[in-house]
């Protein structure tokens, strides 16, 4: 294949096709219609002599070809944007950058807010999508698939990183609890029935849960949930008793009816942080970014 004969807006088209594997969805988000895209997979597909993407059932997967080169063409988009941007001047207020941010429910609370009042004060036409925060999260961030990641300090130990804020745990009940006072002790709190944290198969609990578990504390779980937000408000008329951040029960504790108690045991704090790709470290954009949301939770 000759290079000067080829449409490089055909290599973006085959980027967003190999990771949609759906023509239709791959037209919105380059915003073209659908008979445009179906033209330019099929000049692809004649440009590399193979289907590309071929029909199982009612789904598109991909050719053993396109699984070759899909992390290929990937990075050669990201290289190519890259020199780009290397030479537009960076302007706050016209900067139209959009940039994905992975978190857990709880730590969205407390950043979206605050940070949002930031982008409309000074930079207008930024924008900030809040990803849920998984397991592969590094992973999704040595792709570039997204920009940031609010996470537990020691996840994804090998990416640049900040500290952003330190969390303790709090105990919480609903205030109308029959049995519970003001105060906590170990033999009520292995006694009571649990709500916990966890996400992901296999299961993957929250760091408190996880030292509770580890440290062999009796505790007897009747129910789980993938959400830190919600768990104020699931607990709320019932006798179960959850350990959650203290900002997150402190901030819910009026709307979902907490009794909040210290826990009758010493727990180690969480410690959020904020990572990044190292490629990014210098785009100006990134970086006025990056300062923004470490100066948000500065104030928590």
Not at 218 to 223: D, G, H, M, T
Not at 228 to 241: E, K, N
Not at 250 to 272: D, S
Request: net charge negative; glycine share 4%.
């Amino acid at each position: 294949m000759d290079l000067r004969q080829f449409d490089l807006n055909l290599l973006v088209a085959l980027d967003v096709l190999l990771k949609e594997r759906n023509v239709t969805r791959a037209a919105e988000r380059l915003f073209l219609s659908q008979p445009a895209m179906s033209g330019m997979l099929s000049r692809l597909r004649l440009a590399f002599g193979d289907e590309l993407l071929v029909r199982v059932g009612r789904r598109l997967e991909l050719t053993e070809l396109a699984v070759d080169i899909k992390e290929h063409v990937h990075e050669c988009i990201r290289d190519l944007q890259d020199l780009l941007d290397t030479t537009r001047p960076f302007e706050l207020a016209t900067d139209a950058s959009a940039f994905r941010i992975s978190v857990s429910d709880y730590a969205a609370l407390l950043i979206f807010g605050p940070l949002m009042q930031k982008l409309t004060q000074f930079a207008p036409n930024m924008s900030a999508h809040f990803l849920r925060l998984g397991l592969s999260v590094g992973e999704h961030l040595a792709r570039g698939e997204i920009d940031f990641a609010v996470l537990p300090a020691d996840f994804a130990p090998s990416l640049p990183s900040v500290p952003l804020f330190n969390d303790t745990w709090v105990c919480a009940a609903w205030a109308g609890h029959p049995t519970l006072g003001e105060s906590l002790t170990v033999d009520e709190f292995e006694k009571h029935p649990h709500l916990s944290f966890n996400i992901s198969d296999p299961v993957h609990i929250s760091l408190a849960d996880d030292f509770v578990l580890r440290q062999g504390q009796e505790r007897k779980v009747v129910a789980s949930t993938a959400s830190f937000a919600a768990t104020p408000f699931l607990i709320s008329g019932t006798s179960l008793l959850s350990i959650v951040p203290r900002r997150l029960a402190e901030r819910m504790q009026v709307a979902a009816e907490l009794r909040l108690l210290e826990l009758p045991f010493e727990v180690p704090p969480l410690c959020e942080k904020l990572a990044w790709n190292p490629r990014f470290t210098t785009n100006p954009a990134h970086a006025w970014m990056r300062e923004q949301i470490i100066g948000v939770t500065a104030l928590l």
